[in-house]
């Protein structure tokens, strides 16, 4: 089994820079790819990006690609998002979530751990 804790969300303005950070417990974590999720007020979860589980592919939605970063740490059972550029309509909760064995984009379905959540806002 997988815990995951997000942290690093917070305010931020326009174009300015955050990363997320995910903490992950058990001793599989380099066993799973990675992905980070956001939901924003009134409308459903979205995919942001993915690492797969040996960290050699990555996968971005395209509103955040050449801005957000996605990385992992397996030594020290982290996954990161770096989110630069950032634009009001990034404002989100930000999950992270974890696929066994999977690639950079594993189905939703697949993803069978999830955080409580970090929010985001960037304001104009």
């Known amino acids: 089994q997988v815990q995951l804790v997000e942290s690093g969300g917070g305010l931020v303005q326009a174009g300015g820079s955050l990363r997320l950070s995910c903490a992950a417990s058990?001793?599989?974590?380099?066993?799973?790819?990675m992905g980070w999720f956001r939901q924003a007020p009134g409308k459903e979860r979205e995919f942001v990006a993915g690492?797969?589980?040996?960290?050699?592919?990555?996968y971005y939605t395209d509103s955040v690609k050449g801005r957000f970063t996605i990385s992992r740490d397996n030594a020290k059972n982290m996954v990161y998002l770096q989110m630069n550029s950032l634009k009001p309509e990034d404002t989100a909760v930000y999950f992270c979530?974890?696929?066994?064995?999977?690639?950079?984009?594993?189905?939703?379905?697949?993803?069978?751990?999830w955080g409580q959540g970090t929010q985001v806002t960037v304001s104009s």
């Open positions: 979530a974890a696929a066994f064995l999977a690639g950079a984009l594993p189905p939703p379905r697949d993803y069978e751990y």
């Open positions: 058990g001793r599989t974590f380099s066993s799973y790819a």
């Open positions: 690492i797969s589980w040996l960290g050699d592919s990555t």
